[in-house]
Nanobody, 123 residues
């Protein structure tokens, strides 16, 4: 069972950058698919990025492609989301997720979730 704790959110101006971190517990972290999702006020939770066990595969939502980068450090049980050129529409609570079996953009298929970290981008 994984426990996830996000950090790194905050308030930033449009065009700025933030780096989110997600620290995971458990000795089998390297076997989890990891993902980032976000939920803006009044909206459903949506896929942002995902990464495979070995970091050999990464995928991004079209809305963040070219601006966000997901990475992981299995030795430190941590996954990162580097967010550059932030836009006001990126404002949301960002959630880290983990799953053994599903490398999916559907948040309903992911088993483990962090508590979320707020990202606010001002124009």
């Amino acid at each position: 069972q994984a426990q996830l704790v996000e950090s790194g959110g905050g308030l930033v101006q449009a065009g700025g950058s933030l780096r989110l971190s997600c620290a995971a517990s458990g000795r089998t972290f390297s076997r989890y698919y990891m993902g980032w999702f976000r939920q803006a006020l009044g909206n459903e939770r949506e896929f942002v990025a995902r990464i495979s066990w070995s970091a050999g595969l990464t995928d991004y939502a079209d809305s963040v492609k070219g601006r966000f980068t997901i990475s992981r450090d299995n030795a430190k049980n941590t996954v990162f989301l580097q967010m550059n050129n932030l836009k006001p529409e990126d404002t949301a609570v960002y959630y880290c997720a983990a799953d053994f079996a599903h490398y999916s953009s559907n948040p309903k298929l992911w088993d483990y979730w962090g508590q979320g970290t707020q990202v606010t981008v001002s124009s």
